[in-house]
């Protein structure tokens, strides 16, 4: 009795998700933005009557660079997102650096939305505010923004510049170069207690941002340099048993 061929299903396509340079872009805009507005801010060092006057002067900038700020959360935790799906099936990384990566980043993100919003909140209460909890709100924010946020970071591009060295996704001196990023934003963690190391928060912050663009340009998509079926060697097939010979 003749037999119909059942159609074979095919495999879902693998969603790559959104391009990598459009959330980058969008969340480098808004954070530098952001930081633009508060460049003439007070530093750590200021008494607590300065920052208050100051941030009854500047209201206004506090309450949008807050808001940037915290915007600028949510395409870096979509970058981050999307990075780690494509290292993960795309590129085939097992190691520990993919989720590595995920984790310094959705950290990244989190540290940054925390200061826009104490950034939001100072605007909110400058008119009511003593100096002590401008202070601290202060602190809070400068602590979020700066090594609360770099910190991780560097988490972040060290995930996705180790399997690049290892693996050749990206070009070796780019790739090289976000592993010195990470370790000075790394770095920026003892900054808490010496101002000494105030340098690294720059570093992470700005050449980080060019790092990241960079690497969203050139990560491939796929590894293209993966054998194939067709590229293995061909040698003699098993022969297909005969009908009479199958059980």
């Not at 002067?57 to 506090?62: D, I, R, V």
């Amino acid at each position: 009795m003749a037999t119909s061929a059942t159609p074979t299903a095919r495999a879902p396509r693998a969603q790559a998700g959104p391009p990598l340079l459009v959330p980058v872009i969008a969340y480098g805009v808004l954070m530098v933005a952001s930081v633009i507005l508060l460049a003439s801010g007070p530093q750590p060092s200021a008494s607590a009557s300065s920052v208050l006057a100051w941030d009854k002067a500047h209201h206004g900038a506090l309450e949008i660079a807050g808001c940037l700020g915290f915007a600028a959360s949510l395409p870096l935790a979509i970058w981050t997102a999307t990075v780690y799906r494509r290292l993960r099936t795309g590129l085939g990384v097992v190691a520990p650096g993919a989720v590595i990566g995920l984790v310094g980043g959705l950290l990244a993100a989190a540290s940054l939305a925390v200061c826009g919003l104490v950034n939001w909140t100072i605007s909110q209460v400058h008119g009511v505010a003593d100096p002590a909890l401008a202070r601290a709100l202060t602190d809070l924010s400068f602590a979020a923004g700066s090594a609360g946020f770099v910190a991780p970071l560097g988490l972040l591009v060290a995930g996705i510049a180790v399997p690049s060295v290892i693996l050749r996704l990206l070009p070796r001196p780019l790739a090289w170069a976000g592993l010195v990023i990470a370790a000075l934003s790394l770095l920026s963690t003892f900054a808490l207690l010496t101002s000494a190391l105030d340098f690294t928060f720059p570093i992470g912050r700005f050449v980080g941002l060019i790092w990241l663009i960079a690497a969203s340009a050139l990560l491939p998509h796929t590894r293209h340099h993966a054998p194939r079926d067709s590229d293995l060697p061909s040698g003699p097939r098993a022969p297909v048993p005969s009908k009479s010979t199958r059980l």
